[in-house]
């Protein structure tokens, strides 16, 4: 079992940065791959990011894609999402997700646990 707490979530106006933290506990951190999805009210939970076990591999959704950079410190049992020149359309609860059987995936359904998710709002 996996537990994942979110934090650093806000409110920025548009241009501006946010880092979000995801810590982890349970498992051996590194045993898993993790991901960031995103969730606007009345539409679908969207993939966001993945970093691979080691950290060596990522991989972005194309809208936030040159903004983004997903990172992960395995001493920490954290993972990271920093956010830069966010838009509008950036607001969304954000939820970090981790994949213990397969590798870093964007498919929400390769995920085992997720966390309860921090809001990011974004004002123009």
């Known amino acids: 079992q996996v537990q994942l707490v979110e934090s650093g979530g806000g409110m920025v106006q548009a241009g501006g940065s946010l880092r979000l933290s995801c810590a982890a506990s349970?498992?051996?951190?590194?045993?898993?791959?993790m991901g960031w999805f995103r969730q606007a009210p009345g539409k679908e939970r969207e993939f966001v990011a993945t970093?691979?076990?080691?950290?060596?591999?990522?991989s972005y959704a194309g809208s936030v894609k040159g903004r983004f950079a997903i990172s992960r410190d395995n001493a920490k049992n954290t993972v990271y999402l920093q956010m830069n020149s966010l838009k509008p359309e950036d607001t969304a609860v954000y939820y970090c997700?981790?994949?213990?059987?397969?590798?870093?995936?964007?498919?929400?359904?390769?995920?085992?646990?997720w966390g309860q998710g921090t809001q990011v709002t974004v004002s123009s």
């Open positions: 970093i691979s076990r080691s950290g060596g591999s990522t």
């Open positions: 997700a981790a994949a213990f059987r397969g590798g870093p995936t964007t498919a929400s359904e390769g995920y085992d646990y």
């Open positions: 349970g498992r051996t951190f590194s045993s898993y791959a």
